[in-house]
């Protein structure tokens, strides 16, 4: 019996009939539906239902489908009159009904099984669970049929049914259906009561594979179109033995053919898209993922692919969000095609963003979020198409050819589409072609939005890791300062790696280099916490010792659940001295500018910040002008597999390389450690060139507590500019001076006050004096008698600022010098 003939057979009492289909309705058994929530409780018993299992509808809804439905495994005696000839047993037809039920598996399964039911003898049942998805409550929809209505379904000529039909199909006057078909709308939503009554008549039709049977939900393959094959070779098998009993040649089944092409297509479309599935999303490069989309699907499947993505999924923003409209901007990524090379890519060249209006078939594939079937492109809708790309005739490239345009969507939103295009002369595209194309682009759009999240998570990554690394000046008080920073390669973009560098008062520099142990988001928060303390912490010009005890104390206020190392020191380019302190952290390599040799500085090591109740050390260390300061975090020199003596070898070596200017000095030492292979942690390294003060750009003075040496502190800075030939900068630097130390004076007590002027990329002056209180400006009003010193300062400067020192606090500012 063929499809169409099955089809349009006559049902006798419908699928909810208790009693197997007669003579008449030939080729039919009837069927029992049942939809399980997700309580496992039944929330659908049709009248088959009640016929096959014997249990009314009212007392059977709420109950537990366990309870129920026959979840026994168990098969019967192979019986030689069954025409499937106890295929559960043959095929290995998967887990028991039980397991569905319990929510174990999330495919399709199919078996066989025994049960008594009340008033009736054991019932031989054939059922189909499948599992649904969707915001509604409903879990599984159970079929089954009794399997003793095969037996009466043999006709008089000894041919068997094709395959197990249900009873209900579309065409069928059976209630069952109709109120089955309601009800889909809430078991898979997104879905009309039209298309609903469309899915009863395919999914149900056992023994055809359905795909899809739409482009936003989809049902499962269905799991058995075994049977039908075994009723055909039972068939088969018996008229040969008929013909031969007769000496009659052997009939030919016209069936076979058919069936053979029909088994060979779905075969070969299914091995399809296992291998493109296999083909695409091998890796989360975004520009990757797209080439692989394009080229797996031609030249197999089409001539001509044309990949379309939204702006937000190219730049690798956040989820684009609403339905696009006719102002939504497509970025054409990918073009493939067989034909002769360079002949699309000057009329739809890669790169090009264009909207599309309401009457392309581009417009109603991305609104509706469903594959639009062209079979032949007119030279009407060629036009058409054409019309939108400017000074550029595109109807020789698609009119005649068969088009398929497919979404690619994630999450129901549109991500993009790809257009798909044959030669004319290659068969068109059908509605076969249709289902593989929405799957293919299902599991492409799937892949692209891995890609694309994992590119905006490296993109968030990325800006946040360089919000917490700070912008270095290269050009420090006295010294030269170059930085790198490469994020882990394996384990994310993100980690607890960082520099900094701190102006203190004396024209002095604080460079810190610290580790948070681990990597990603939490180690990168406490990086940050620790990096404004320690810069918080430098700017009282606390001694390194003390301020590695103080960022100690912190950490533990935090929380006992991240480490972290840190290396701090303080640069005096006037007194040519390294004052150093370390917790935990590699040591430090020095390099000198007389000979060029370079050693590891041995300071103590410390425990890390975070351990507590551990004392840290502090070092001074000589350096000349000219000498380099190398300090890096243990990303830079750690390799797995090797001593990290090594490391630290290759990085006194690389630092010693002679080089032209700072940033080649880092990129010498970045390239010596970072080419040997299989770094994973992230890596931050500072260089400083210790360039020194000379001591003829620096001038000191000390004044007696009396308001009459301001006079006096104006007179010797205006000198001192004029011999340093800087005239320019005498009136305000004098000014400045005067207000500062009148200030110091009043509030000092028996200590003189100190001014020092230095010469360096800027003009500096400092004030000290023995009084800890800090200045803060003031709004003085005109009888104000003080109040408006700093306001000079705080106008006429570049820079002002004041700190605590350790004999009281120092008052400084900057003035730029002249051609700079």
Not at 120 to 146: F, H, I, S
Not at 575 to 583: F, S
Not at 722 to 746: D, Y
């Amino acid at each position: 019996m063929d499809r169409g003939t099955e089809r349009d057979a006559p049902p006798s009492r419908g699928a909810g009939s208790g009693t197997a289909a007669g003579p008449a309705d030939a080729g039919r058994v009837p069927l029992a539906v049942v939809v399980v929530d997700l309580e496992g409780l039944v929330s659908h018993w049709s009248t088959g239902a009640r016929r096959l299992f014997g249990v009314p509808k009212d007392e059977a809804i709420g109950q537990s489908a366990l309870d129920l439905l026959p979840v026994s495994g168990a098969l019967p005696e192979v019986d030689e009159d069954l025409p499937y000839e106890g295929y559960a047993a043959a095929d290995g037809l998967g887990p028991g009904l039980g397991t569905s039920l319990d929510g174990g598996l999330g495919y399709p399964a199919a078996g066989r099984a025994r049960l008594t039911v009340p008033e009736r003898t054991r019932v031989d049942v054939l059922w189909w669970a499948y599992p649904l998805v969707g915001p509604g409550r409903e879990r599984l929809l159970v079929l089954a049929a009794d399997a003793e209505g095969l037996h009466r379904d043999e006709h008089a000529d000894g041919l068997l049914v094709e395959r197990i039909a249900p009873g209900f199909a579309l065409h069928t006057d059976f209630p069952g259906a109709e109120e089955l078909a309601r009800g889909l709308p809430e078991i898979l939503p997104s879905m009309s009561v039209g298309e609903s009554a469309r899915i009863v008549s395919q999914v149900l039709e056992l023994g055809y594979p359905v795909l899809e049977f739409s482009h936003n939900d989809r049902v499962p393959v269905t799991p058995d179109w075994g049977v039908a094959r075994r009723v055909r070779r039972r068939a088969r098998r018996e008229r040969a033995a008929r013909a031969a009993a007769a000496g009659l040649p052997q009939p030919e089944d016209p069936d076979d053919e058919g069936e053979d092409l029909e088994h060979v297509a779905v075969r070969e479309r299914l091995e399809f898209l296992n291998e493109v599935s296999g083909r695409i999303g091998t890796s989360l490069d975004l520009s990757r993922t797209i080439v692989e989309v394009s080229k797996a699907v031609v030249p197999r499947f089409t001539d001509v692919a044309g990949t379309y993505l939204r702006e937000q999924v190219v730049a690798g923003e956040g989820f684009p969000e609403g339905v696009p409209d006719t102002t939504t901007l497509w970025h054409r990524v990918a073009v493939e095609h067989t034909d002769e090379p360079g002949r699309w890519d000057d009329v739809v060249p890669v790169g090009e963003a264009m909207p599309f209006p309401a009457h392309t078939p581009f417009f109603q594939c991305m609104t509706t979020g469903e594959p639009v079937l062209v079979p032949r492109i007119s030279e009407q809708m060629g036009h058409a198409i054409a019309s939108q790309f400017e000074k550029r005739d595109i109807r020789p490239l698609i009119t005649g050819r068969s088009m398929l345009v497919v979404p690619l969507k994630a999450r129901n939103v549109v991500l993009g589409f790809m257009i798909l295009l044959r030669h004319p002369e290659r068969a068109e595209f059908n509605d076969m072609d249709r289902v593989t194309g929405a799957e293919l682009a299902a599991r492409a759009g799937l892949v692209l939005d891995n890609a694309r999240m994992y590119t905006h998570q490296e993109s968030v990554a990325e800006t946040l890791q360089d919000s917490m690394l700070p912008h270095i000046p290269p050009r420090m008080a006295g010294c030269d300062i170059a930085t790198r920073y490469l994020p882990g390669t394996l384990l994310g973009r993100v980690g607890g790696d960082w520099f900094d560098s701190v102006k203190l008062p004396g024209a002095r520099t604080a460079l810190v280099v610290g580790d948070v142990m681990g990597h990603g988001l939490n180690s990168a928060a406490m990086m940050g916490q620790l990096r404004t303390a320690v810069q918080t912490m430098a700017a009282l010009d606390l001694p390194p010792a003390q301020l590695l005890r103080n960022l100690d104390d912190l950490a533990q206020r935090l929380g006992d659940t991240y480490l972290a190392t840190c290396l701090y020191a303080v640069y005096d380019p006037i007194a040519g001295e390294l004052h150093l302190a370390n917790a935990g952290h590699i040591p430090p390599v020095l390099v000198r500018a007389d000979d060029g040799r370079s050693r590891l500085l041995d300071l103590p090591t410390g425990a890390p910040i975070g351990v507590g109740g551990v004392p840290f050390e502090a070092v001074r260390v000589r350096v000349e002008p000219g000498d380099r300061l190398v300090m890096c975090t243990d990303g830079l020199v750690e390799m797995r597999g090797e001593d990290i003596g090594v490391g630290l070898a290759t990085l006194c070596e690389s630092a010693a390389h002679p080089s032209a200017s700072m940033d080649d000095a880092c990129d010498t030492v970045i390239r010596a450690l970072n080419t040997r292979g299989g770094r994973k942690d992230d890596v931050a390294l500072l260089m400083a060139r210790l360039n020194g003060i000379a001591p003829d750009d620096v001038a000191e003075w000390t004044f007696p507590l009396d308001p009459r040496q301001a006079g006096r502190a104006r007179a010797v800075v205006r000198e001192q500019l004029h011999a340093w030939g800087l005239p320019k900068l005498a009136h305000s630097a004098e000014l400045m001076a005067g207000e500062l130390v009148t200030n110091a004076v009043r509030h000092s007590h028996a200590r003189p006050v100190a001014l020092r002027l230095v010469r360096g990329d800027t003009l500096l002056c400092e004030v000290d004096d023995e009084d800890h209180e800090l200045p803060t400006l003031l709004s003085a009003g005109p009888a104000d008698e003080y109040g408006r010193g700093l306001r000079v300062v705080s106008t006429l400067a570049r820079a002002w600022g004041a700190s605590r020192t350790g004999g009281g606090k120092s008052v400084w500012f900057e003035l730029t010098l002249p051609g700079r």
